[in-house]
Every structure is written in structure tokens, then in C-alpha cells.
């Protein structure tokens, strides 16, 4: 197979200076604040975003040690395989979150409910749309018995270089 390369579209801004201490979704990070720094030559491409309240942020996982396809989450004391978790010890690094946004000024994107470390390069960003986006799902595997240890779960630092 080919190589595929990405360019950073620019970067995401936070008061997490390294992964230990950073929540571990946006949903237990609710409330925490950060920034968007679109690289100007991108900033053409945020015309309307600013009529979303949520948005997708798509980032590279730069402090990601590596991959490994069986991994114990921080929610659970099993191992369990890389693609039946969100982690970023993963083949391809790549990280995801839904974000509220607050107001953009110019390049510079105002968020909350962060949960990214500081410097992270920023792939792309799509609008949330529930209808799109948001399903009825009957079943969420291993995390049925652990989602409930979401807000108090943090980065243990387990997964950086």
C-alpha cells in the first residue's frame, strides 16, 4: 500500500501541558476551555463554521508512544484490542473530538470541553450535525460496565513517548 501523508491545518491550544491530568473525552472535560489556531493559509476555509454550536476537531495523537493492538484503557483493567477503544496507541494516531464553540475571531477558533494536550496538530475540522451524526446504538461493549468512571478518569500518562 501507498504512504499516506497529512500537513497540519494548524494547531490546538489548552491548559494541558502534557497528557497525565488531561481528561480522557470531551465529555469529561465539560466546560474546560482552549483554542484553535487555524494556519492563516486555511483560514478562507472557516467561512459558515460559525454557525455550528459543536464541531469535529480530527488531530494527530503527537506524544503517542507507538502502537500496540491489545491495550488496558483507563477505564478498565482488561486488555482489550486497540480498535474496540479510543486511546492513541493505535496503528494510525489519529484523535477525535466534539467540541462546543464558543466565537471565532479571525484564524482563532474559542472552544470548550476539551480534552486535547496543548501543540496538537489539527488534521481538520467538520461541523457536528446530530442528524448526521448522533445513532440509537443497542449496545457500547466493554465500556456497558465502566462509562460510569468517565468523569473522574484522567490521563495516567500510559500512552506518550
Same mark, same amino acid.
Given at each position: #500500500? ?10 490546538? %491550544?489548552?491548559?494541558? $501541558?502534557?497528557?497525565?491530568? !488531561? ?6 472535560a465539560e466546560g474546560i476551555g482552549g !483554542? ?15 454557525? @455550528? ?6 488531530? %494527530?495523537? %503527537? ?11 483507563? #477505564? ?8 474496540? #477503544? ?5 496503528? &494510525? ?9 464558543? $466565537? ?5 477558533? %474559542? ?8 501543540? !496538537? ?12 451524526? !448522533? ?10 460496565? &465502566? ?11 500510559? @500512552?506518550? $513517548?
Amino acid at each position: #500500500m501507498n504512504e499516506i501523508r497529512y500537513k497540519p491545518i494548524g494547531v490546538i %491550544h489548552s491548559s494541558f $501541558k502534557e497528557p497525565k491530568g !488531561t481528561p480522557i473525552q470531551p465529555a469529561g472535560a465539560e466546560g474546560i476551555g482552549g !483554542t484553535v489556531e487555524v494556519f492563516p493559509e486555511y483560514a478562507e476555509g472557516l467561512k459558515d463554521v460559525e454557525g @455550528f454550536s459543536h464541531i469535529i476537531l480530527i488531530y %494527530h495523537f %503527537h506524544l503517542s508512544k507507538g502502537v500496540s493492538l491489545k491495550v488496558k484503557p483507563y #477505564m478498565d483493567n482488561e486488555e482489550h484490542g486497540v480498535f474496540a #477503544m479510543r486511546g492513541s496507541s493505535r496503528p &494510525n494516531p489519529i484523535g477525535i473530538s466534539i467540541v462546543r464553540l464558543i $466565537k471565532i475571531e479571525q484564524n482563532i477558533l %474559542h472552544i470548550q470541553d476539551v480534552d486535547i494536550v496543548d501543540g !496538537t496538530p489539527l488534521l481538520d475540522i467538520k461541523p457536528y450535525v446530530p442528524e448526521f451524526d !448522533t445513532r440509537e446504538v443497542e449496545k457500547i461493549g466493554w465500556l456497558e460496565k &465502566n462509562v460510569h468512571k468517565l468523569s473522574t478518569s484522567k490521563d495516567d500518562g500510559r @500512552f506518550v $513517548k
